[in-house]
C-alpha cells in the first residue's frame, strides 16, 4: 500500500543535468523544470506518479560552486543518484507536528521555503527540518502548501508508481516513528535507503 499522505519522494544527485539525461533515458518521459528553490542553491525537475504525487528530481543549481553550493538532502555529500527522502501532507499540518511530538517522534522545526518556477511564479510553503531523528531519512518530512498551487496541477508528464519501500537497520525502531507521525511505510532490514518502482513507456524501472 502506497501512504495516502504520500505528497512526493525526493531522488536527489550530485548533478541534476546528469541525472535528467539518465532518467529521460531509463524511463522515456522528459521531466520538465520545476524551479529553482530560493536562496537554497538546488533545482529540480518533475514527474507525476499519479493523483496529487510526484517524484522530485532535485540536484546543485551550480555544482560548481564550493561543496556544490547546498547542503539539502545531504547533495554536497552524495557521489551517485539516491532516493533521499519522502515528504507527506498532513490535512492539518500543525496538529500533525504537535500529534506526534505527544507520541513521542519530533519532527523538527518547521521553516518557510519557496521555489521559482520557470515562469517566475513564486510558489511559497512551510516545510519540517533538521528533526533530532529520522532514522537516515526513513521517517518523512512534512510540508504544508499554504495557498500554492500544487505542482501536479500543471500538467506534469505522468508515470506509475508500483511500490515504494524502506530499508534499515533497526525496522522496529523506524515503525514505531512512523506509527507516532501516524503514518506507514513498508520497511525491511538492511541498510538505510529505499526503493522506488515505476512503471514507465521502457517498462519497470527501479530507483534506489
Do not use: C
Request: aromatic fraction near 6%.
Amino acid at each position: 500500500m502506497i501512504e495516502p499522505l504520500l505528497d512526493h519522494i525526493v531522488y536527489a544527485a550530485p548533478d541534476i543535468d546528469e541525472l535528467v539525461a539518465s532518467f529521460r533515458e531509463r524511463t522515456g518521459v522528459e521531466p520538465p523544470l520545476g524551479g529553482r528553490h530560493v536562496g537554497r542553491g538546488t533545482r529540480n525537475y518533475l514527474v507525476g506518479l499519479g493523483g496529487r504525487v510526484y517524484l522530485e528530481l532535485i540536484g546543485p543549481d551550480d555544482p560548481t560552486l564550493p561543496g556544490r553550493g547546498t547542503t539539502a538532502f545531504g547533495i554536497d555529500k552524495l557521489t551517485a543518484p539516491r532516493i533521499a527522502a519522502w515528504v507527506i501532507r498532513p490535512k492539518d499540518f500543525d496538529e500533525h507536528i504537535a500529534r506526534a511530538r505527544r507520541n513521542g517522534y519530533d519532527p523538527g522545526v518547521v521553516r518557510p521555503l519557496s521555489r521559482r518556477k520557470p515562469d517566475g511564479t513564486l510558489l511559497e510553503w512551510r516545510l519540517t527540518q533538521e528533526p533530532p531523528n529520522n532514522r537516515d531519512g526513513l521517517v518523512p518530512t512534512l510540508i504544508d502548501w499554504l495557498d500554492a498551487e500544487h505542482p501536479t496541477a500543471s500538467g506534469l508528464p505522468e508515470l506509475t508508481l508500483r511500490s515504494f519501500v524502506g530499508f534499515h537497520p533497526d525496522p522496529d525502531a523506524v515503525r514505531a516513528d512512523l506509527a507516532a507521525l501516524g503514518v506507514e511505510l513498508e520497511v525491511r532490514q538492511g541498510e538505510p535507503g529505499f526503493e522506488v518502482v515505476l512503471d514507465t513507456p521502457k517498462g519497470e524501472v527501479v530507483l534506489r
